[in-house]
């Protein structure tokens, strides 16, 4: 065999490990994108504001805010303006800190596949970490926030966000329809599902479309590439393995739902859940362009408890869900996947084949509005 057939005979075989994984997440992707839209056109703004302002007091607007972030599908691209908007309209700093946590950490779409790729203790354990990071984050920030030591940088004399390019009437940079204006949610019935799977299949696809193949790719990659035993043998649990997923997912930019196919891999190859869900837990709800804007707009303490909260909720949750697995005598490698094995895969293959040109038009799309 030469040495052109044996690269292409490689690259076929990731390709085919991506596409199962792919094939696998469709269904539960297709259905947790359209929860997504639905809630995007059938929740009202003033609702969200009326439950997270300073009236509804310093720990309930951040129970509020935790609460409901954790159902919603923005990334981290997309959940920084959409959290400083609310501080802007009157939440409190701690709500605003729980809701830039709760939202990108996990949604509808990512708990779907979570689903599908791991199981079901990991897919009720993800959203009940999310919320109880985001609680602690936001109280810690308004019981230090009692004092009124000065004027900070959104609710004082600050350029008003619509002069910030993130809030000016044109669409991001980034691309990501969630960071500019959406189309008036008003209208009857039929027009708002229209509107919400516009949003679901088309600007949410797009949004996240392309980490989404990045994550299938890299764990097609992984799963092809990495030896059974070699995770396992120096990740495979306890805090110096969940420190080292601590330290790759901060600064990376990766959506909930990208991260999900990679921490399936991994945990396949040997990583203990704990560590693998450290990685689910910090790489989506930060990174470097995030911390860079929480910096800015709502100061170093604010930042520091951001950072601090994310990794010590993230390594603590770890250790329980470690303990949880380990007390129960179950075999994560044994029922990772399980889920998605009650439909045949024959099914799953035509999801997936739905699923791809939704993404690449959902892309292409995004593309085209920046342009």
Same mark, same amino acid.
């Given at each position: 065999?030469?040495?052109?057939?044996?690269?292409?005979?490689?690259?076929?075989?990731?390709?085919?490990?991506?596409?199962?994984?792919?094939?696998?997440?469709?269904?539960?992707?297709?259905?947790?994108?359209?929860? #997504?839209?639905?809630?995007?056109?059938?929740? $009202?703004?003033?609702?969200?504001?009326?439950? &997270?302002?300073?009236?509804?007091?310093?720990?309930?607007?951040?129970?509020?805010? /935790?609460?409901?972030?954790?159902?919603?599908?923005?990334? /981290?691209?997309?959940?920084?303006?959409? #959290?400083?908007?609310? !501080?802007?309209?009157?939440?409190?700093?701690?709500?605003?800190?729980?809701?830039?946590?709760?939202?990108?950490?996990?949604?509808?779409?990512?708990?779907?596949?979570?689903?599908?790729?791991?199981?079901?203790?990991?897919?009720?354990? !993800?959203?009940?970490?999310?919320?109880?990071?985001?609680?602690?984050?936001?109280? #810690?920030?308004?019981?230090? %926030?009692?004092? +009124?030591?000065?004027?900070?940088?959104?609710?004082? +004399?600050?350029?008003?966000?619509?002069?910030?390019?993130?809030?000016?009437? =044109?669409?991001? /940079?980034?691309?990501?329809?969630?960071?500019?204006?959406? =189309? =008036?949610?008003?209208?009857?019935?039929?027009?708002?599902?229209?509107?919400? &799977?516009?949003?679901?299949?088309?600007?949410?696809?797009?949004?996240?479309?392309?980490?989404?193949?990045?994550?299938?790719?890299?764990?097609?990659?992984?799963?092809?590439?990495?030896?059974?035993?070699?995770?396992? %043998?120096?990740?495979?649990?306890?805090?110096? /393995?969940?420190?080292? #997923?601590?330290?790759?997912?901060?600064?990376?930019?990766? *959506?909930?739902?990208?991260?999900? $196919?990679?921490?399936?891999?991994?945990?396949?190859?040997?990583?203990?859940?704990?560590?693998?869900?450290?990685? &689910?837990?910090?790489?989506?709800?930060? %990174?470097?362009?995030?911390?860079?804007?929480?910096?800015?707009?709502?100061?170093? !303490?604010?930042?520091?408890?951001?950072?601090?909260?994310?990794?010590?909720?993230?390594?603590? *949750?770890?250790?329980?869900?470690?303990?949880?697995?380990? !007390?129960?005598?179950?075999?994560?490698?044994?029922?990772?996947?399980?889920?998605?094995?009650?439909?045949?895969?024959?099914?799953?293959?035509?999801?997936?084949?739905?699923?791809?040109?939704?993404?690449?038009?959902?892309?292409?799309?995004?593309?085209? *509005?920046?342009?």
């Amino acid at each position: 065999m030469s040495f052109a057939d044996a690269v292409l005979g490689t690259l076929a075989d990731i390709m085919l490990e991506s596409w199962d994984i792919f094939a696998e997440a469709a269904p539960y992707l297709l259905l947790g994108f359209g929860i #997504a839209g639905l809630l995007h056109v059938f929740v $009202p703004d003033d609702k969200v504001m009326q439950y &997270l302002g300073s009236s509804a007091g310093k720990f309930r607007s951040v129970i509020n805010a /935790s609460f409901l972030g954790v159902p919603l599908p923005l990334c /981290s691209c997309g959940v920084v303006p959409a #959290a400083l908007s609310l !501080r802007k309209r009157g939440a409190t700093k701690g709500a605003t800190l729980s809701f830039l946590i709760s939202t990108p950490q996990t949604g509808v779409d990512s708990i779907a596949i979570t689903y599908a790729l791991l199981d079901p203790i990991m897919t009720v354990f !993800r959203p009940v970490a999310t919320f109880i990071t985001a609680v602690v984050a936001g109280v #810690a920030e308004n019981m230090l %926030n009692l004092s +009124k030591d000065g004027v900070d940088k959104l609710s004082g +004399k600050a350029a008003p966000l619509n002069a910030l390019p993130m809030f000016s009437a =044109e669409p991001d /940079s980034c691309g990501c329809s969630s960071c500019g204006p959406h =189309e =008036e949610k008003a209208g009857s019935f039929v027009q708002k599902v229209k509107s919400g &799977l516009k949003y679901a299949y088309i600007e949410l696809l797009g949004e996240i479309g392309f980490w989404l193949i990045v994550g299938v790719v890299v764990a097609g990659i992984i799963s092809y590439v990495v030896p059974e035993n070699l995770v396992g %043998n120096y990740l495979g649990g306890g805090i110096a /393995s969940m420190l080292l #997923a601590l330290i790759v997912g901060i600064p990376l930019y990766i *959506c909930a739902t990208a991260s999900t $196919p990679l921490a399936a891999v991994l945990i396949l190859k040997g990583m203990s859940p704990g560590a693998a869900f450290v990685f &689910l837990l910090a790489g989506p709800a930060t %990174n470097a362009a995030t911390i860079t804007m929480v910096l800015k707009f709502l100061g170093r !303490r604010t930042t520091a408890v951001y950072l601090a909260s994310i990794a010590l909720c993230a390594v603590v *949750c770890g250790l329980v869900l470690d303990q949880i697995y380990s !007390r129960l005598g179950i075999d994560v490698i044994s029922i990772a996947g399980s889920a998605s094995e009650v439909m045949p895969d024959e099914v799953k293959n035509i999801f997936a084949v739905i699923l791809l040109p939704l993404l690449l038009y959902g892309m292409y799309a995004g593309k085209k *509005c920046t342009e």
